[in-house]
């Protein structure tokens, strides 16, 4: 029951409360200056058996953030994004920036080209999947937050549970069929502001990467369904145009059902959510103040160091941007895109 705090793990060095009844946790005794090889094994085995866990109240710096991420596996960083001249609001490149502030740390006006690609964020996605190589975990911590009245929550979706609760006849013809997904970040962003982006063909705007839909969780051993808004299309032998819609359509509706979605609530500025890219989707929530209030959330990303990472792409292709496109649109030298 969420909401409902007992200790169910067996965990030594951290205490672990359930937040919904098949994925998330609260964790809470974790030394962030000091992290044992202990406790950080228990972190894991934590992240393995909930999909997302959230921190309340960390000490976390932005280096810190940072040092604390590179024990998860090396990080992706937001180099490719940045256009020459631009100027950042911190130092690290390893930070995705997932607010809603310019780069001189003023509120973004709502119609601003980077408030357009942030909508993207409000539906269900996995961060990286338009990436050759995926992401295994993110770190987002609050910098800042807006009035808890306003919304501004971040909403996960349990895609291991997603997969069990299919139709028995679903999960055959999934395995049987073993479908690549080609997923493209312009898509989403498109999905999220349709008229900004209208004439944006996610075709042309950069090259689609290319993962499997279902997949097996390594760290669990279970199955789960790697879809979202990112999720261009279907490709495999006999799939059409009509009928990849038809199941990216039903994937993604599926995975959402409440039965499968919790919230988190940011409560305290240092708060920090992790959360398995291969083991849950997640979303921005509503919220009320954006243009309005300040919401200040910084982002690492690990790279995915499993059998999957690349899926079906090229070892070491180049990660692909969409930056040139909203830069010509919007005749604007500085978009970044989390
Ligand atoms: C992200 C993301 C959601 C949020 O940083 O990857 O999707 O609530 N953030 O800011
Ligand atoms: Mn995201």
């Known amino acids: 029951m969420p909401g409902v705090l007992t200790q169910t793990t067996p965990f030594k060095t951290i205490t672990v409360n359930e937040l919904h009844p098949t994925f998330g946790a609260e964790v809470s005794g974790v030394d962030f200056e000091n992290t044992t090889k202990e406790q950080f094994d228990e972190i894991l085995a934590a992240m393995a058996m909930y999909g997302f866990c959230v921190f309340?109240?960390?000490?976390?710096?932005?280096?810190?953030h940072v040092s604390f991420s590179r024990r998860f596996g090396s990080l992706d960083t937001i180099a490719r994004f940045v256009t020459p001249?631009?100027?950042?609001?911190?130092?690290?490149?390893?930070?995705?920036?997932?607010?809603?502030?310019?780069?001189?740390?003023?509120?973004?006006?709502?119609?601003?080209?980077?408030?357009?690609?942030?909508?993207?964020?409000?539906?269900?996605?996995?961060?990286?999947?338009?990436?050759?190589?995926r992401?295994?975990?993110?770190?987002?911590?609050?910098?800042?937050?807006?009035?808890?009245?306003?919304?501004?929550?971040?909403?996960?979706?349990?895609?291991?549970?997603a997969w069990d609760r299919l139709p028995a006849d679903v999960q055959a013809e999934l395995l049987r069929d073993d479908w690549t997904g080609a997923f493209s970040m312009a898509h989403?962003?498109?999905?999220?502001?349709?008229?900004f982006f209208a004439d944006m063909d996610p075709v042309e705007a950069a090259p689609m990467a290319r993962h499997k839909i279902v997949q097996v969780h390594e760290a669990s051993g279970r199955l789960g369904l790697y879809v979202g808004a990112h999720l261009h299309h279907l490709e495999g032998e006999g799939m059409s145009v009509e009928r990849s819609k038809a199941l990216v359509g039903f994937l993604n509706a599926w995975c959402q059902r409440k039965e499968f979605v919790a919230t988190v609530k940011w409560e305290w500025e240092g708060d920090l959510v992790i959360w398995d890219n291969r083991a849950?989707?997640?979303?921005?929530?509503?919220?009320?103040?954006?243009?309005?209030?300040?919401?200040?959330?910084?982002?690492?990303?690990?790279?995915?160091?499993?059998?999957?990472?690349?899926?079906?792409?090229?070892?070491?292709?180049?990660?692909?941007?969409?930056?040139?496109?909203?830069?010509?649109?919007?005749m604007v030298g500085e978009v970044k895109v989390a």
């Open 56 to 64: 309340r109240s960390t000490p976390l710096t932005d280096a810190t």
């Open 85 to 133: 001249g631009r100027a950042l609001r911190y130092a690290h490149l390893e930070l995705f920036d997932a607010s809603n502030l310019d780069s001189s740390n003023a509120i973004l006006p709502a119609d601003s080209p980077r408030a357009h690609a942030s909508r993207g964020n409000r539906l269900f996605h996995t961060d990286s999947s338009f990436n050759p190589r």
């Open 135 to 161: 992401a295994s975990f993110s770190l987002l911590r609050a910098v800042e937050l807006p009035p808890p009245e306003t919304g501004g929550n971040t909403d996960f979706a349990d895609s291991r549970a």
């Open 188 to 195: 989403s962003r498109k999905l999220g502001s349709p008229d």
């Open 280 to 330: 849950v989707l997640h979303r921005a929530g509503e919220w009320s103040g954006d243009g309005v209030f300040r919401r200040d959330m910084r982002r690492t990303t690990v790279h995915d160091d499993g059998e999957r990472a690349w899926g079906g792409n090229a070892v070491g292709m180049e990660m692909p941007t969409i930056n040139a496109w909203i830069a010509r649109k919007a």
